[in-house]
Structures are given as C-alpha cells and as structure tokens.
C-alpha cells in the first residue's frame, strides 16, 4: 500500500510544485491540507481543485481564523510581542496553528509523512518542524527544497510549466507574500537590495500614506485584561474586531515596516511588512499598560517580552519555556481593563487618551498644584538615600583621584 503523506498547502508557487515532486521522486500519496487563517476568498477560493489539478489525493481547508486570533496572537498581545522592535510577528505567529491542523489531518487519513514548502534558509522551516516535534515526534518530514534539484524561484517557475501546473507567480512580479488575518509579509525581487526603497507594486494592502484622507480618524478601543474587545462601543468577536481595524488603518496607511531583521539561520533578510489593525492595536494596548501595571512589574515584562518574542520568531511555541512566560503575562494583563482613543493619520496610529477602572495614575500625586497626598517635604530624605550609594562611591574615588 502507497504511503501517505499531508502536505502543509496554500496554492502557491512552491507548495503547487511539491505535490507531483512528492508523488515522483518519493512514491507518495499526498493529502493537502490549507489552514484558513485570513489570507483572503482570492488564496482559498478553488484550492480543493488546484490540488487535485496537481495529483493530491484529497485537499482539506480549514477555518483557523478564530482560533488564530485567540490562541495565537492573544497571547502575544498580552506580551506586547514584537520582534527587534519593529516585527509585529504575523507570520511567526501563525506556523503553530498550520502546523497543529496539519497534524491532525495526517492522524485522520493514516498519513507517516508531513512535508512543508519552506527553503532552507528560511525560518518557516523551523517553526513546521518544532510543532511536528511536539505534536507528533512519530511523524517524518520531508522538505523538499534541502532535497530536490531546484534552487531558485525561476526553477520553481519553470518545474510549474513543465508540469503545466498554473502559478500567479511570474519573473517579472517574484516576490514572495505571505497573508494572514495579521498582517501581509513581503520578501524576495527587487526587496532583495536594502539600498532600495520599496516598489510600489509592493504594498498590495494599505494606502500610500501621501494619499491617505487629509483629515484624522480616531477609533475607541476598548480592552479586557489586555486582549481588544470591541470598537467604538460596540462589542465585536475576535475576527471581526480585527477586520474591521484592519479596514480603518489600511485606509489611512498605517502599518508599514520595511526591516532588515535576523533570521534564525544566521543571515539577514529584508522584510517588508504590511499590519494595519495590529498596529492600531498595540499602540492602544501600550498606552492602556502605562496606566494599569505598577512599575517594577511593568519592567520586568519589558525584559521578558524579548524572550518571548525570540521563543515565538524562532518557532518554540510548544516549548515549555513559552508556556510558563505566558501564565506570566496573563497575570501581568489581568488589570488591563479599559478603553483607549487612537488617531489615525497618513500613516500614524497615535493613542490620544485612556481611562481604566483599574488605572494607578492619581491627579492629585501628579498634579504640579498643591496636593493633600504629597509632602514636598519628604523629597528631601528620599534623595539623600536614593543617592547613598553614589555618593559613597564618587567620596571613595574622588579620594583615590
């Protein structure tokens, strides 16, 4: 009997070409599966058929939009997760779910194989194969670009032809994106040299922020324990919540980030990312922390957010690690109640107030009037023994001078 294997599938150019690679050189019976995590009705309208088109046994898609959001990128907002401070990770966050419905279906046909389409100097690879660790250590991979002869996009192109496989791909328009309900990543072309700005064939979501409405828009968030609950008063699901900002930011260019980031594998790689409700979103968040966490809480978040977005970036979403920095961070959001007012304009998210029933901030500590809550007075000792240890040091070296 063939053995079978599931293949994680979108359609593209280079999972398109791996099911008749699979079925020739490796003997196998692929099964397709597509995650639908946002990317849009124009990726997922047809895929049952394209794959079948392409020699898969079957093709399954599924709905992991929800989940997506609340098991994904949830827990990375509690977090404030973001990569070399500018990667809001929608990509990175994605591969666990794929990777987990990917499993399921290869336990459901009976399949010992899972295959993915990522290269080998890429970081998908990872994330694929630590979730395959996790979930399913029995299964074996096969990653058909550490194998097969094709070594480039043209190759990709011209195996397609050769197989009259159709592709959107083409060597004039090569690059290589990747969508979610997140965001939209763009790689490879005429990105490829970071002396370039961006074409604008690139930007396929937000508008221009020169072109954006010459007028602001502000948008009301409102947030339970550190998770966006709904907009402008009205109660919105996860999905739609997201869809919906998503809409506003694109429409006033918001999200934009070209990065030269460091890939797992060692080399840079130059990243051009599209996430308009996402930054919309954590730039209300950050604001609605200031207000909710204590300091030396809010610190220590600060420090392990780096670890958390390095556990996330480089595919260890199953390790334990992770999962203990998450119960951190879900006691940190607990007070992070409230509602924030973003403005958008020409491609600028900025929070222009917040109030929470949970906010630390009182006007009569702060305030530069008088105060019944705060002694001038006892400034005084408070500096004295704050600088204690400096002053120790500067009488000791002074002395040595």
């Not at 070399?84 to 990917?102: F, H, V």
């Not at 610190?299 to 951190?328: N, Q």
């Not at 924030?340 to 304009?345: D, K, Q, R």
Request: charged share 25%; net charge negative; with cysteine.
């Amino acid at each position: 009997m063939t053995e079978k294997v599931v293949l994680a599938y979108s359609g593209g150019l280079d999972t398109s070409i791996i099911i008749p690679w699979l079925r020739e050189e490796r003997g196998l019976e692929v099964h397709a599966v597509a995650g639908d995590v946002g990317q849009g009705a124009e990726e997922l309208e047809g895929l049952e058929q394209k794959a079948a088109a392409s020699g898969a046994a079957s093709c399954r898609v599924v709905d992991l939009r929800t989940p997506f959001l609340t098991d994904c990128v949830w827990p990375c907002l509690r977090a404030m997760t973001v990569y070399e401070g500018r990667y809001l990770l929608g990509t990175s966050m994605a591969r666990p779910i794929l990777a987990k419905a990917q499993v399921d279906y290869a336990r459901e046909v009976g399949a010992g194989y899972v295959a993915h389409g990522c290269t080998g100097k890429g970081n998908d690879q990872v994330r694929f194969e630590l979730a395959y660790q996790a979930l399913a250590p029995e299964l074996q991979v096969v990653a058909p670009w550490r194998h097969w002869s094709i070594t480039s996009r043209e190759d990709a192109l011209d195996y397609a032809a050769a197989h009259e496989i159709p592709v959107t791909a083409s060597r004039t328009k090569i690059y290589s994106r990747d969508r979610n309900l997140w965001h939209i990543s763009h790689e490879g072309g005429a990105l490829e040299d970071p002396g370039q700005r961006p074409p604008d064939d690139v930007w396929t979501w937000t508008t221009n922020p020169a072109d954006a409405p010459d007028v602001a828009a502000s948008i009301v968030l409102r947030f339970e324990a550190g998770i966006p609950v709904g907009i402008d008063g009205r109660d919105l699901g996860p999905v739609a919540l997201v869809e919906a900002l998503n809409a506003h930011g694109a429409e006033h260019g918001v999200g934009r980030v070209d990065i030269c980031e460091n890939r797992l594998v060692g080399m840079k790689s130059r990243g051009v990312y599209e996430t308009p409700g996402g930054t919309i979103i954590l730039e209300a968040l950050r604001t609605l922390r200031s207000l909710t966490i204590e300091r030396d809480t809010f610190r220590i978040a600060e420090k392990l957010m780096l670890d958390y977005a390095d556990l996330v970036y480089t595919g260890r979403w199953f390790h334990p690690a992770r999962r203990a920095l998450d119960a951190f961070f879900t006691d940190v959001a607990a007070p992070v109640t409230g509602e924030v007012t973003v403005e958008l304009y020409k491609g600028s998210a900025t929070a222009v107030a917040a109030r929470s029933p949970n906010s630390l901030y009182s006007e009569d500590l702060a305030t530069f009037g008088q105060s019944a809550k705060f002694e001038q007075a006892d400034s005084e000792g408070f500096v004295k023994l704050y600088g204690l240890p400096g002053r120790v040091a500067a009488t000791r070296d002074g002395a040595a001078r």
